[in-house]
């Protein structure tokens, strides 16, 4: 109890110190997997693949397991999560963008990087952008100060679609940016994870005396799949394993560095991924656990993602939060954790912070699916989920029936009916307040 109050007097008196200079608004570091699935690391029951930071992360703080991102694949996914949104409300719902779109992310929408560079904090992007590769949709025209990475998927190289097919016609190069500079053209991927994480650190390192805000979007594991000689052949899973293994050691970096500045209990790290593994590409595409579907799929495999939030001294460790959250749901927690003003259009995320913080619970909001072509495809509230598989729908008890095998359609008509009706209004709504793409 003294030791409490000892400590709660020199919190107190770190406080005022901080009202001195800076404020007590805490740094926001999001890590962002791509194509990485439920089941893919060891803290969410991966048998074979080897993560003990992340491990050690959701040990530190609260790891989330129905967790939604806002699409099963990545261009609207990372639209959801950087403007707390539905990919339709801002426009991008329909598939991933290319090397040939002419839209991208509406410079009118605020993103996370926006309500914290307006309160002062140094912001990054490093990693995977794909909301748009034309100069007014990249990063730097999106509230980040720096980006270096991809504009797009690491796929669409012609490089790398001649290794999958001789004979393919991808004409399309994949560029490597440093802001706003091409500084390789179809680069050797090998040390992609090793090249992010050294910029993410010295990030961290040059900003450790003020605010910032850091989005490190990890290409991988998003095929083709790449590991550096040092986690070559390291995982009895494979290659597939060997990729999880080091993006999980970027993460004991950037948590190790925080550690070592004395910015842990100052800052809030996010760890998740944009959507389910990708299946398709078998050992080289991940697991989704117990969760049926894949990337792509609006079963639970597409769209339900690992999720974990460490910040030391305000979330307590050790917890598993099992309440219905989303990606959409991170701006407006950042924006309450940082005391930013929430955007001024109408955002479909909701402030979890009292759940992070103290454990209790927010109102349920209903959660809606879409497909990868952003067609409404299903809705969950509670425990129950409808959803669609090309013109059937089914109801499943998704927290009795995790697996979405035993339809209960029939068993509960009223129900079913309901939350049909349900999916149709959300969406209506949606629809009359959708919002235009960003156009060229
Ligand atoms: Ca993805």
Not at 65 to 86: D, E, H, I, K, W
Not at 122 to 133: E, N, R, S, V
Not at 419 to 427: G, N, P, V, W
């Amino acid at each position: 109890m003294k030791r409490n109050y000892l400590k709660g007097l020199l919190s107190a008196f770190a406080v005022g110190l901080m009202g001195f200079g800076a404020s007590a608004q805490p740094n926001v570091v999001i890590i962002f997997a791509d194509d990485l699935g439920y089941g893919d690391l060891s803290c969410y029951g991966n048998p074979t693949i080897a993560t003990p930071h992340l491990d050690k992360m959701a040990q530190e703080g609260a790891k989330l397991t129905q967790f939604y991102v806002g699409a099963p694949v990545c261009s609207p996914s990372r639209a959801a999560l950087l403007t707390g949104c539905y990919p339709k409300r801002v426009g991008l719902h329909v598939g991933v963008l290319s090397p040939n779109s002419k839209t991208g992310l509406n410079p009118k929408e605020e993103t996370i990087a926006e309500l914290l560079k307006e309160e002062g904090y140094a912001t990054a992007c490093f990693g995977k952008w794909h909301l748009g590769h034309h100069d007014k949709f990249m990063p730097l025209n999106q509230g980040f100060d720096q980006f270096y990475g991809f504009p797009y998927s690491n796929d669409m190289s012609r490089k790398e679609q001649l290794k999958i097919n001789p004979n393919s016609k991808y004409k399309y190069h994949l560029p490597w940016l440093d802001q706003r500079d091409t500084i390789a053209i179809d680069p050797d991927q090998t040390n992609v994870t090793q090249k992010l994480t050294a910029r993410a650190l010295e990030f961290i390192s040059g900003n450790r005396n003020n605010k910032f805000f850091l989005y490190l979007a990890y290409p991988m594991p998003h095929i083709p799949l790449y590991a550096s000689e040092k986690f070559q052949g390291t995982s009895p899973r494979g290659l597939y394993g060997d990729v999880v293994s080091e993006l999980d050691w970027g993460v004991g970096e950037i948590l190790g560095l925080l550690k070592k500045k004395g910015l842990d209990d100052n800052t809030l790290v996010i760890f998740t991924s944009d959507n389910g593994p990708w299946k398709v590409f078998k050992t080289h595409g991940g697991s989704a656990g117990p969760l049926r579907g894949a990337k792509g799929t609006t079963w639970e495999g597409g769209v339900r993602e690992p999720a974990i939030f460490r910040w030391p001294g305000h979330i307590n460790g050790g917890q598993q939060i099992t309440d219905v959250t989303s990606a959409m749901d991170i701006l407006p927690t950042i924006a309450k954790l940082c005391k930013a003003p929430l955007p001024s259009r109408k955002i479909d995320g909701r402030d979890i912070s009292s759940l992070l913080l103290s454990n209790e619970s927010p109102e349920e909001r209903p959660f809606i699916y879409y497909t990868k072509m952003g067609k409404l495809a299903g809705v969950r509230e509670g425990a129950f989920k409808l959803v669609a598989d090309g013109d059937a729908y089914y109801l499943y008890n998704v927290e009795e029936d995790i697996s979405e095998e035993y339809d209960l359609k029939d068993k509960k008509p009223e129900l079913y009916k309901r939350m049909m009706s349900l999916m149709h209004e959300l969406d209506a709504e949606m629809n009359r307040e959708a919002r235009e793409v960003g156009r060229l």
